[in-house]
């Protein structure tokens, strides 16, 4: 298993992904974050990819804009999962941060998800007592005829 860059070739893997782990919500359509992402470090688009067939098994979307570091999109494949990945994801996205100065990395997790929020604590992360507020500046969502909760139509793949 090894951690690497994304590549537009892993888009469908990863959005397959994320579907599956439950991150793909109806207000944000996963293959406009992918695009916005490719114009943005796109190096810090982290895929870890296992088998002889480099599939994709996880990954972490982690970006630095001078102040903090984020990771959004971390998800493990629910057969590599309980195995370490998702602290070694985590792992290469604080080294990649700290490479470039970044003194703090600021997580968003649903105050519902307690598992998960346990689980970034055993990795050392702390409640800090900041509200996440947001405000959408597009909206977004599935473009036209696209519902972003459901597969992507195989006509639309090469948008």
């Not at 892993?10 to 916005?36: C, H, K, S």
């Not at 982290?46 to 996880?58: E, I, N, S």
Request: hydrophobic share 45%.
């Amino acid at each position: 298993m090894r951690i690497r860059s994304f590549d537009v070739a892993d888009t469908e893997p990863v959005v397959a992904l994320w579907r599956a782990a439950g991150l793909v919500v109806p207000w944000n359509d996963p293959y406009r974050d992918i695009e916005r992402k490719l114009t943005v470090q796109p190096e810090l688009f982290l895929v870890a990819v296992a088998g002889d067939d480099d599939a994709v098994v996880g990954t972490a979307m982690v970006g630095y804009e001078g102040h903090r570091g984020w990771v959004n999109y971390l998800a493990v494949d629910a057969a590599h999962r309980g195995g370490g990945l998702g602290a070694r994801l985590m792992a290469e996205a604080e080294r990649l941060l700290l490479e470039r100065g970044c003194p703090k990395l600021n997580l968003q997790v649903r105050s519902t998800n307690t598992a998960v929020i346990e689980w970034y604590r055993r990795l050392g992360y702390e409640l800090d007592g900041a509200v996440g507020l947001g405000k959408r500046l597009i909206p977004d969502g599935p473009r036209p005829g696209h519902d972003a909760a459901a597969p992507r139509p195989a006509a639309d793949a090469a948008e």
